[in-house]
């Protein structure tokens, strides 16, 4: 049976690793494993892929979120806004530091946070909100950063699945007050192994930042901040920094291949795109698309070899690690009926047209068998 999984790595790991392995070597070579030149060389070239300031490497994309959660001072008893369908790890980094995630529910167009209903989640003890750039798509950073500017709260972007969206010339990780990238290997820029970073424009934040990833230190052994060992390995640096150059290739190939697959779904009776490709600022990190009968749909798409995955088949409401919050079944309509009707296809650049044609001619047979 042919089959294609959500995510391969492997072509473009074929592809790259003489440039990757000498990366490594040279690493290796000069020994320079924690906070080497290395990093020091891809933060500026990440900085001026983002267009901002500074670049702070961390271990993972949940620290770069929970580092900037410290960074602007968000304590226990603060409140911090975000959408509740999104990956578990933007919840979990509020809670991580002693703060409230406060839920917002989603747009059905989008799947990102929905701003008519930001205002009213916030309280007298809300610090900040956190925009989610879900499946490559930019959230609403302009109706956002109004709010939080209005409101006097902090702006964080979750910018962990949408390295190079853009919206007018400007790039993901260039809006909030900070921004957290992952660079977990399956993100569409990817390490190989974990890794993340926050972007910023403030001095003061990136200082502080650079100190709370390292032991609260800038001076060995003189610590002025209650840090953590939260640094971006030399030799991930040095494979991200290889990678980095090969990002707009990627994301024009993962572009090209949403707009082949809504062109070829269009006629698919049911069948909803939900990244729409007429976005030109969407990298794609996802296709998601809402079918009817979607648990029949999947399991069908499964069992015919096809990798296609839920993303996320629980709003965080749901999820029993934040039941503590107490919110009831019922409390997100939209992002629970979403869970209920979306799926995700295979997408990875190196998809060839052959194996993505067998993608929606296997989708359009299943559909047509319907109950
Ligand atoms: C992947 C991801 C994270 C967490 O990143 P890690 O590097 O895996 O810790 C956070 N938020 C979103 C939206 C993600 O997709």
Redesign the pocket.
């Known amino acids: 049976m042919k089959t294609v999984p959500l995510v391969d790595l492997s072509e473009q790991l074929k592809r790259l690793s003489p440039e990757l392995e000498a990366s490594i070597s040279a690493v290796l070579e000069r020994g320079d494993f924690i906070q080497g030149q290395a990093l020091q060389r891809f933060e500026e070239n990440f900085s001026r892929y983002v267009g901002c300031r500074s670049t702070v490497g961390v271990n ?6 929970r580092l900037s959660l410290l960074a602007l001072g968000v304590a226990p008893g603060d409140e911090v806004i975000l959408p509740v369908n ?5 919840g979990a ?1 509020v809670s991580s530091v002693g703060a409230r995630p406060v839920f917002v529910d989603v747009d059905k167009s989008d799947a990102n946070l929905d701003c008519s209903q930001l205002e009213a989640a916030i309280t007298a003890r809300t610090r900040a909100v956190i925009g ?3 499946f490559g798509r930019l959230c609403d950073t302009d109706a956002i950063s109004e709010v939080c500017r209005r409101r006097g709260l902090a702006f964080i972007e ?1 910018a ?2 949408a390295h190079g969206a853009s919206r007018g010339g400007r790039r993901a990780g260039a809006f909030g007050d900070a921004a ?1 990238f ?3 290997p399956g ?1 569409n820029l990817g390490a190989c192994g ?3 970073a926050v972007t910023t424009d403030d001095p003061d934040l990136a200082d502080r930042l650079f100190k709370l990833r390292n032991f609260g230190q800038q001076e060995k052994h003189h610590h002025e901040l209650l840090g953590l060992n939260s640094r971006l390995d030399t030799i991930q640096a040095a494979l991200l920094d290889v990678k980095l150059r090969y990002l707009d290739e990627w994301t024009q190939a993962r572009r090209s291949l949403a707009a082949a697959y809504a062109r070829g779904l269009s006629g698919l009776e049911g069948v909803e795109v939900l990244t729409r490709p007429d976005n030109e600022q969407s990298v794609f ?1 996802l296709f998601v698309i809402r079918v009817p009968e979607r648990d029949r749909v999947l399991t069908a798409l499964n069992e015919s070899g096809i990798g296609a995955q839920v993303h996320y088949p629980l709003p965080l409401h749901r999820q029993p690690a934040f039941a503590y919050l107490d919110y009831p079944e019922g409390a997100f309509p939209v992002a629970e009926q979403l869970s209920r009707d979306i799926l995700s296809l295979p997408l990875y650049p190196e998809l060839s047209e052959v194996d993505q044609e067998h993608v929606m001619v296997t989708l359009t047979r299943i559909l047509n068998e319907r109950s």
């Open positions: 993972s994309g949940t620290d770069a979120l999104t990956f578990f790890a933007t980094a989610v750039h879900l979750d962990a699945q957290a992952s660079f977990y993100k974990d890794g993340g990190h």
